[in-house]
């Protein structure tokens, strides 16, 4: 068997794993990723977020064309869309960024082996490809990697319900909804998180029938109550319909192109699609864990230290695997912070300021703590909320839905959390997510001068708003 010798060898070539391998590459590192997929970039790039915010675009281009651009006196006929157009667009930006980081590998001098990576004992990291070639041509090789530092970063796969028959076409995930050859005239979208309403915006404002069935009383759990309700709100005037508190027990493809979904206290629904989107779980399939003696926790995640050290010296953990978000950008800062552990002895991710956007439309944005977790924690705070129907800019785009609203400490004014629902909610909270960053005051916010006439106002007179003193409302 060949035997290659790294410093650091990374299992998972997504945002965690490819940034972990940058960043190490610039420290010095001689570094290796192992990936078993054909493309580099992960679920993140190959059929999660990149694939989704494709679709996501090119459908609202369309939505708006059609029913939007009225407003502005510009008139429009014979709208239509070219589903295949809209999917290649969409197929086309994937390949042109896991080319991408094949060429920043190349850049940084990072050695890529394509096979499924298994830890077989301390510093040692086993690659069997099948199937695939490798660069030097290798259609099926086992390949021994040793290196001081073993990264794994091998992400998470869709986490499925019992009694529901997936086919993996007409069941499907979100992998499958990225992809649905015709419009369903009815898709029914179990789970109201990220994902499903994504994607069930997504085919909704192509023309299909959305049911989303939800579990909990609410939309997007864990997210600020108050700008959830507000979002379902804005989605229902969209056409999408919400059942909440609905325990889906199964569903199953029937005779001919149909499905059935069962839910306690519910008739049963037939439909032409379902998407599964009931969260994720993390991806540990054979890597060799028992080796090394790395023991799941009850969630089946791997355990690890604040510098992402496993119970196993020299074997490291980040992103989906690991507590935490399941965020691309959570993992991309693990990714940097382990890294620079490994060459310098620092690396630190603050989690108190890692943002979250659901990117419908309006988008909504948040970071920091909700209302709900500060009154659990006992901490006293002020808030201060700001409309978008009362900003400039926004009524200028004919976006005025939505608002923002920012949570400071009581007694130190210091910004605890910032929630936005509204046009451009995800590059909104940046602003806020550096305030959280540099423990900036809502009075740090306020005093900022903000260009005028931008959404980025809004947020400043949020930040007015916690001492009652808005301006332009
Ligand atoms: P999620 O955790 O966001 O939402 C899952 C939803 O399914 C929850 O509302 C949950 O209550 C509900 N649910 C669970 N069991 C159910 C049942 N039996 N019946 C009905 N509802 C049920 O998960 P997701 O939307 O599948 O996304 C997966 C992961 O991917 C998330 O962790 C998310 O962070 C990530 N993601 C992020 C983005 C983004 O950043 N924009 C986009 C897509 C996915």
Known sequence: MEEHEHDLVIIGSGPGGYVAAIRAAQLGLDTACVEKEPALGGTCLRDGCIPTKALLEASERYEETKHGLAAFGVTVEGVGFDLGAMLQHKDNIVTALTGGVAGLFKKNKITRYRGHGRLEGPGSVIVESEGGADEAGNTETVVKLLAKHVILATGSEVATLPGVEMDWDRIGSSTEALSYPEVPEHLVVIGAGYIGLELG?????????????????????????????????????????????????????????????????????????????????????????????????????????????????????????????????????????????????????????????????????????????????????????????????????????????????????????????????????????????????????????????????ALKEAALAVDKRTINF
């Not at 800062?333 to 002895?345: D, I, M, N, R, S």
Request: hydrophobic share 40%; charged share 25%.
């Open 201 to 457: 915006s997504v085919w909704a404002r192509l023309g299909a029938k959305v049911t989303v069935l939800e579990y909990l009383d609410r939309i997007l759990p864990g997210m600020d109550a108050d700008t959830a309700k507000r979002a379902r709100q804005i989605f229902k005037k969209q056409g999408i319909e919400f059942r909440l508190g609905t325990r889906v027990t199964g569903a199953r493809v029937v005779v001919g192109e149909g499905c059935v979904v069962e839910a306690e206290g519910m008739e049963p629904i037939e439909c032409d699609r379902v998407l599964v989107a009931v969260g994720r779980r993390p991806y540990t399939n054979d890597l060799g864990l028992a080796s090394v003696g790395v023991e799941l926790d009850e969630r089946g995640r791997i355990p690890v230290d604040e510098h992402f050290q496993t119970s196993a010296a020299g074997v490291y953990a980040l992103g989906d695997v690991i507590a935490g978000p399941m965020l691309a950008h959570k993992a991309e800062h693990e990714g940097v912070a382990c890294a620079e552990f490994l060459a310098t002895g620092f690396g630190h991710v603050n989690y108190d300021a890692i943002p979250g956007i659901v990117y419908t439309h309006p988008e909504i944005a948040t970071v920091g703590k909700s209302e709900e977790q500060l009154k659990e924690a006992g901490i006293k705070y002020r808030k201060g909320k700001f409309p978008f129907s009362a900003n400039g800019r926004a009524k200028a785009l004919n976006q005025t839905e939505g608002q923002v609203k920012v949570l400071a400490d009581a007694e130190t004014d210091r910004v605890l959390g910032v929630h936005i629902i509204g046009p451009r909610a995800g590059d909104l909270i940046a602003e806020a997510a550096v305030a959280i960053e540099f423990g900036a005051s809502s009075e740090d916010i306020a005093r900022s001068v903000h260009a005028h006439p931008t959404l980025a106002e």
